[in-house]
Each structure stands twice: as structure tokens, then as C-alpha cells.
T-cell receptor, first 116, second 115 residues
Framework: NAGVTQTPKFRVLKTGQSMTLLCAQD?????MYWYRQDPGMGLRLIHY???????AKGEVPDGYNVSRLKKQNFLLGLESAAPSQTSVYFC???????????????FGPGTRLTVT | AQSVSQHNHHVILSEAASLELGCNYS??????LFWYVQYPGQHLQLLLK??????LVKGIKGFEAEFIKSKFSFNLRKPSVQWSDTAEYFC?????????????FGAGTRLFVKA
């Protein structure tokens, strides 16, 4: 049981390049999330998904796209990277509680992305 | 849209001091509340959570939090901190909107405990 894994762990991009970050969870969780963490700003939600085939925008979605084709995977894409997207990206997943909302989130180890 | 406010961005304490970290939220509906901790170089882990029932919630490592509905608060406490509690602490709230439930995090409080 690996929990939540993220690929890659580190990446350096040049401005304008594209890339995809992969998040995988083996806990059969319905909810999955992508956050970015910047100093002094805490965690900001980029996009999230409440189930396979569904996605929704979070607080800072611009410049990112996501897909959830399989329940266990949640992909985050940067079509044209910008220096402002230099950050640490965390993926998380959560199971659905009785009220329909998510229980606590389980986080992956993070991806450190630098855009030059 | 709701917000989550953590009043202190940086806290410095000596070992054995008592800790209270403030958290206020603006969501007016039914809330689920969480405190997470991030130790240096690691990812976030759950400290404790509140969904319903007793508003005084006990978590791991001697932490507790009290949900006060009238004050929209969910403050984190620990009677006696240890050097190993040095970390960043995040308050979070579940919010229901058109896309389903999502979780909003506060900006975090960095705690440094002096040995």
C-alpha cells in the first residue's frame, strides 16, 4: 500500500515548455486534489476532482489543466510554463464521508518545480 | 467564497511552554475542520479533525482543538510543547460548492520550539 505517490519529484523547465505531473493513489479514494505551496501563502488549491471523469477549479486554476480518466490517477498539466509557476506541488486524496464530503486528506511527497 | 484565517504566521516558544494557534473561518454552513502539520522537508499529515459531536477534539502527539461555532473558530492547543513540534501548522475547512466539496487551507503558522 503506497498511499499517494507523485512523479516526478523534481523538475526544471524553461519558460514556455510543457509538462505533466502524475499523481496516483491506491486507496480507492473518490476525491483528489492538486495544490501549490509557496512561502508565506500556505497551500492553494489548483484543481480538484470528486470522482473519476470529473474535475473542478480551485483557487488558482489559471495556467493549469487536469484530467481524471482513471479513479486512481489525477494528472496536472502545464501547457506553457511560466516562472510564476515555480513552486512545490502537492497532490492529495480523500475518501468520501457519510455526508458526501471528504474525510481527511492524504498527501503525496510533493514535486519541486523550477521554471527558468 | 469562504476564507480561513490563521492569526499568527510565526510563533517562537521555549520547550514546555503552552501553545495556542488561532484559526477562524468564514463559511456559514455545516463545517468539517482539520489541523494538519508539516515537519521540515515532509508532506502534510493530519493532526486532528472535527466533523460532529464533542467540540473538543483530541489528536495525535498531545494536540487538541476546540470548535466554537459562535466564534467560527477552531483553535489548536498543546499544554507543553517539545522541540520536535517545530513545524508548520495548517488549519483547513471543507466547503460545499457547485463542484462538490473542496478543502480550503489557511496560510499556515510556522512554530519554532527552542530547546
Amino acid at each position: 500500500n503506497a498511499g499517494v505517490t507523485q512523479t516526478p519529484k523534481f523538475r526544471v523547465l524553461k519558460t514556455g515548455q510543457s509538462m505533466t505531473l502524475l499523481c496516483a493513489q491506491d486507496m480507492n479514494h473518490e476525491y483528489m486534489y492538486w495544490y501549490r505551496q509557496d512561502p508565506g501563502m500556505g497551500l492553494r488549491l489548483i484543481h480538484y476532482s470528486v470522482g473519476e471523469g470529473t474535475t473542478a477549479k480551485g483557487e488558482v486554476p489559471d495556467g493549469y489543466n487536469v484530467s481524471r480518466l482513471k479513479k486512481q490517477n489525477f494528472l496536472l498539466g502545464l501547457e506553457s510554463a511560466a516562472p510564476s509557476q515555480t513552486s512545490v506541488y502537492f497532490c492529495a486524496s480523500a475518501t468520501q464521508g457519510a455526508s458526501g464530503g471528504p474525510y481527511e486528506q492524504y498527501f503525496g511527497p510533493g514535486t519541486r518545480l523550477t521554471v527558468t | 467564497a469562504q476564507s480561513v484565517s490563521q492569526h499568527n504566521h510565526h510563533v517562537i516558544l521555549s520547550e514546555a511552554a503552552s501553545l495556542e494557534l488561532g484559526c477562524n473561518y468564514s463559511y456559514g454552513g455545516t463545517v468539517n475542520l482539520f489541523w494538519y502539520v508539516q515537519y521540515p522537508g515532509q508532506h502534510l499529515q493530519l493532526l486532528l479533525k472535527y466533523f460532529s459531536g464533542d467540540p473538543l477534539v483530541k489528536g495525535i502527539k498531545g494536540f487538541e482543538a476546540e470548535f466554537i461555532k459562535s466564534k467560527f473558530s477552531f483553535n489548536l492547543r498543546k499544554p507543553s510543547v517539545q522541540w520536535s513540534d517545530t513545524a508548520e501548522y495548517f488549519c483547513a475547512v471543507n466547503e460545499l460548492n457547485t463542484g462538490g466539496f473542496k478543502t480550503i487551507f489557511g496560510a499556515g503558522t510556522r512554530l519554532f520550539v527552542k530547546a
